[in-house]
């Protein structure tokens, strides 16, 4: 049984990787691409599997037990993701579905990556985490005769008694470049839409892990540094297929840095091209990797729609300290090229790194506006537990609090140089009141910002009114 935890206290998380951000955040819960995978892994081995997401239709587990006990399914095997902020609701709502069926219960994601022990310590009804990848576990898990030869999976930090086991290994995808096609065919795919399109989309997984260093990611203790690349014959095939046995034409190019290598990614282009594939993609870049303007035109032609790109700051210093090593001049050209070949740019800002003081957001909320990305989000730093940002908040003595419920973009749990959770969150909101009720972008986003009433608009009004209104923050608690 692998299952998207439901929503937390009303709110709909993504549970994806490394993302483990609210709904609001960027207007659309990712499809659970890795339960889809695995969903189609277990099969390929010959294991009855079923596949919910609850958090996509607004069900609970009770719904889900009523749904089970009608079909005459009885799991022997419960998997479900979940995130730094979510661990504490995922793991009360998966423990009915333990209690019902008496199934032993795991989970992945970044939390289990990064701090499994902790992790395992708040989540007492949980056998077992993931540590890394969690493919090669899962089926390895799945295929045993009993627990108790639970020890044979080495990237497994599981319980034995009261005793918690660490891991021996950090899992790692060996089949990811064979990787079969996720079986979005055990889901419902209309859910998952994306704001300003109104369209549904599906996740295609182009690449694995990530040489750079940012300090704030999660993203490398998860994947691993090393960049792995599937072909670019592999992953138009899978489109499609989604396509022909879907009807989606809206595709999530998934990587880190999906146009990290610019030849291979030249060729997935080349491939939609070729194929004359009608479809639309949007995926995370860096701006350093568009600096050709013949590859940006190239991304264009091939259906790119939009590219997000980490901008985080105004200071070169401030993203050496972030360990991200990027400069102004290449976000300038890449935001350029974006224009002139007519793909959207979404920019993200982070406010309140440490070392920053109130001025300092000041001057990225000026940057931002100089800059005109088509879209921009701000966030406050999160020190994700396990990240060096992390390390260093607690050596520094900056951290204010341990609790992984506000572990996500809703808060900001850092404290110094004349910053706090009021001082950062209100220049958030000042942020957003200042870049996007501009006259000058009004008037050219008019039609974006209607689509985006029409197609989402609980997420509109979530973001407005705490824009507008400095709306309070609701709690994502059980």
């Avoid at 030849?263 to 997935?268: L, N």
């Avoid at 996500?408 to 004349?418: A, D, R, T």
Wanted: charged content about 25%; overall charge neutral; glycine content about 8%.
């Amino acid at each position: 049984m692998l299952v998207n935890p439901p929503l937390v206290g009303g709110i709909a998380f993504t549970r994806q990787g490394r993302c483990q951000e609210r709904e609001e955040v960027l207007g659309t819960t990712k499809p659970p691409y890795t339960l889809a995978l695995l969903a189609a892994l277990l099969r390929q081995r010959g294991h009855e599997v079923r596949l919910v997401d609850l958090t996509a239709s607004r069900q609970g587990v009770d719904t889900l037990i009523t749904r089970l006990d009608a079909e005459g399914f009885a799991p022997t095997l419960i998997l479900f993701p979940s995130t730094t902020p979510t661990l504490a609701a995922d793991v009360a709502a998966m423990a009915a579905l333990k209690a019902r069926y008496g199934a032993p219960l795991f989970c992945f994601g970044p939390h289990a990556s990064t701090m499994p022990a902790e992790s395992m310590a708040r989540a007492a009804v949980v056998d077992g985490m993931f540590v890394g990848e969690p493919e090669d576990a899962a089926v390895e898990l799945a295929a045993l005769s009993s627990l108790n030869e639970i020890g044979n999976v080495a990237s497994l930090t599981y319980r034995r008694g009261g005793e918690v086991i660490p891991h021996r290994a950090h899992g790692s995808f060996t089949g990811f470049l064979e990787a079969p096609i996720p079986a979005w065919d055990l889901l419902d795919v209309s859910p998952y839409t994306l704001p300003l399109e109104g369209r549904s989309y599906v996740i295609v997984e182009t690449s694995r892990g990530c040489p750079y260093t940012c300090d704030f990611c999660v993203a490398p203790i998860h994947q691993g540094h090393k960049f792995r690349e599937r072909s670019a014959a592999a992953i138009v095939d899978e489109m499609a297929h989604v396509v022909r046995h879907q009807g989606v034409r809206f595709f999530y190019l998934w990587g880190d840095t999906v146009t990290l290598n610019v030849k291979s990614f030249s060729a997935i282009c080349e491939e939609i091209i070729s194929r004359r594939l009608d479809v639309q993609w949007f995926g995370n870049a860096r701006a350093d990797n568009l600096q050709d303007p013949v590859f940006v035109d190239r991304l264009k032609r091939s259906g790119c729609w939009m590219l997000a790109l980490g901008i985080e700051t105004e200071s070169d210093t401030t993203r050496k300290d972030m360990m991200k090593r990027l400069e102004s001049e290449k976000i300038r050209l890449a935001l350029v090229n974006m224009r002139a070949s007519g793909v959207k740019s979404f920019g993200f800002f982070i406010l309140g790194y440490p070392g920053e003081d109130a001025q300092a957001l000041d001057r990225t909320i000026e940057y931002a506006i100089e800059l005109d990305p088509d879209f921009a989000n701000f966030y406050p730093a999160v020190p994700y537990p396990g990240t060096e940002l992390y390390n260093k908040a607690k050596r520094d003595g900056l951290l204010v609090s341990e609790d992984w419920t506000k572990m996500e973009y809703s808060y900001y749990l850092l404290k110094g140089n004349g910053l706090d959770e009021q001082v950062v969150m209100d220049a958030i909101n000042r942020a957003k009141r200042r870049f996007f009720l501009r006259p000058r972008y009004l008037v050219r986003h008019a039609g974006d910002v209607f689509k985006l009433a029409v197609t989402k608009f609980p997420v509109a009004w979530q973001i407005g009114s705490r824009m507008l209104f400095g709306r309070r923050v609701v709690d994502a608690r059980p």
